[in-house]
């Protein structure tokens, strides 16, 4: 696959639909040439398309990953993991399955705030949590907001496995909360699992924390 190609999942990725001249405009790319590379990438199964009218005028046509699209990006030992999930749960029963989750959440959380422990402000901890996701293959980002901060996850690396134990979604929201601490709120606003494109979490001082 060519090198745009690959931008063009990317983009698509991180950024969500698009329609092919916001793609060219972006890449910098020809629209002709943004155009040969989604049909090739369409005749692969990578991305599909939806027309939507937008007023008068031609419906406008925007471009969107396939769930093989979404599978071009790394997602972590997925099979294998999700057959020792279900071992473990028929083995040993779903209480042990909570156990394990929650010694994982216990080691996620020390090293976190390891990572944390330098950050004099809200702002420099999300910008570290920010990062240290982006290690673990979360493709993450965040940006201030008018309350606080909104922290993005374009891509799960454990998404299969937490297909198959919804515990690793739970914890991942207690383990940044804990993390970041009491002078703030975070609730997750979107949800991979619920259908969106992405996971994302809204931060926000509490009133102690201002």
Not at 46 to 74: C, I, N, Q, S, Y
Not at 90 to 97: K, M, Q, R, T
Not at 162 to 173: H, I, K, N, T
Request: glycine fraction near 10%; proline fraction near 2%.
């Amino acid at each position: 696959m060519s090198g745009t190609s690959d931008e063009i999942l990317f983009f698509l990725k991180t950024h969500g639909r698009a329609t092919a001249r916001a793609l060219a405009d972006r890449l910098g790319i020809s629209p002709q040439g943004i155009r040969q590379q989604l049909e090739r990438l369409l005749g692969e199964g990578l991305v599909t398309f939806a027309d939507e009218a937008m007023g008068k005028g031609r419906p406008k046509r925007f471009w969107a990953l396939t769930d093989r699209g979404h599978g071009r990006f790394p997602d972590t030992h997925a099979q294998l993991t999700a057959e020792l999930i279900d071992a473990v749960r028929d083995e040993l029963g779903e209480d042990a399955l909570d156990r394990l989750i929650a010694r994982r959440e216990r080691g996620t959380l020390r090293a976190y705030r390891g990572r944390l422990a330098g950050c004099r402000s809200l702002r420099a901890k999300v910008a570290a949590l920010a990062e240290i996701r982006t290690e673990e293959g979360y493709m993450a980002d965040w940006q201030e907001t008018e309350n606080g901060f909104l922290l993005v996850e374009n891509h799960c690396p454990i998404c299969v496995a937490a297909r198959a134990c919804q515990g690793f979604c739970r914890a991942e929201l207690a383990v940044f909360r804990a993390a970041l601490g009491g002078d703030c709120t975070v609730e997750r606003t979107e949800h991979l699992l619920a259908g969106a494109r992405r996971c994302a979490y809204r931060i926000e001082r509490t009133r102690t924390g201002e």
